[in-house]
């Protein structure tokens, strides 16, 4: 393989690495958005049985379900745009693998460029060999 065959696999390896990394931090975003709504859901289940249960927090209910909304809201938005986020770093990480694949299919086409001229070469020379042997 050529030394620019290996030093651009190199590179996208590199690309392809920092890309599958960002990814990872993206998803874990993700999934801490994720977690965040299924606890004020979990939350706001608590504060409704409690509210059944004592009156004076029945009274409070409706004042933290407004503000529990609002919380909420905010982290489907967090969500939203993550998945967003995450979204385009998919589609930058299916580039960044084709460009890979390429530059090791074009090193590939090299080597076996390479393996058949030298073959040829080969060839011609025990042709060459050959009818000198009988030339004599």
């Known amino acids: 393989m050529t030394a620019w065959a290996q030093s ?3 590179i996208s390896n590199y690309e392809v690495e920092t890309l599958q990394k960002r990814l990872a931090e993206i998803t874990a975003r993700r999934v ?8 004020l859901e979990a939350e706001a289940q608590v504060e409704q049985e409690r509210a059944r249960q004592d009156a004076e927090a029945a009274l409070l209910l ?3 379900l407004t503000g529990w909304k609002v919380r909420k809201s905010a982290a489907e938005t967090d ?3 993550i998945e967003a986020e995450e979204s385009g770093a998919r589609d930058a ?3 960044a693998f084709e460009e ?8 590939e086409t090299t ?3 390479r393996l058949i001229a030298a073959g040829k070469r080969e060839t011609a020379a ?5 009818l000198r042997r009988r030339a004599v």
């Open 93 to 95: 990480l299916t580039g």
């Open 8 to 10: 651009l696999i190199r």
């Open 32 to 39: 801490s958005a994720e977690m965040r709504i299924a606890v």
């Open 79 to 81: 969500v939203a745009g």
């Open 100 to 107: 890979l694949k390429k530059f090791e299919h074009v090193a």
């Open 62 to 64: 409706q004042a933290y």
């Open 126 to 130: 025990f042709d060459e060999l050959g």
């Open 111 to 113: 080597r076996l460029n």
